[in-house]
């Protein structure tokens, strides 16, 4: 559903979607913090907060079937945010300031990529070339 949405270059109806997928993520990695899964009640704060997944306790996070979705899912609110971002009409759901920021914290796409190292190379290369090519827009 979120690539169907992409594609139509629905981005601001990918934003509960994300936040449903955000949810869901953080109760598989055994995150049970209320506040990291905000997004998902009412009126969401600060929506860049999907941009992130909070990395595992243990180094070697081997679990393929678990790693394939957060890296897609990663890289889904990548793309959703830099269209977001870029976009005129969308500019109070987030600033063009706050998301160059928020790729560099932790539990970015880009702090996970060590973590991918059990998923097929041709994957993880799909899913930094995507991201790379939709910030280089």
């Known amino acids: 559903m979120m690539s169907k949405l992409l594609v139509l270059e629905m981005h601001v109806s990918t934003l509960p979607f994300l936040g449903h997928m955000h949810a869901r993520l953080l109760a598989l990695l055994g995150e049970h913090d209320p506040k990291a899964s905000a997004y998902c009640t009412s ?13 595992p306790m243990m180094h070697s996070l081997a679990d393929a079937v678990l ?4 890296s897609t899912y990663l890289m889904h609110a990548i793309i959703s945010f830099t269209r977001i971002s ?7 759901i987030i600033t063009a300031d706050s998301f160059p920021t928020a790729l560099a914290e932790s539990g970015s796409l880009l702090t ?3 973590y991918f190292v059990s ?3 041709k994957h993880v290369g799909t899913t930094l070339t ?3 090519t939709m910030l280089t827009k």
């Open 130 to 132: 995507r991201a790379y």
């Open 86 to 92: 870029t976009s005129s009409s969308s500019s109070t």
């Open 119 to 121: 998923l097929p190379r």
């Open 43 to 55: 009126t969401p704060k600060s929506p860049v907060c999907l941009l992130f997944l909070p990395l």
């Open 67 to 70: 790693l394939t979705p957060i």
């Open 112 to 114: 996970w990529v060590p």
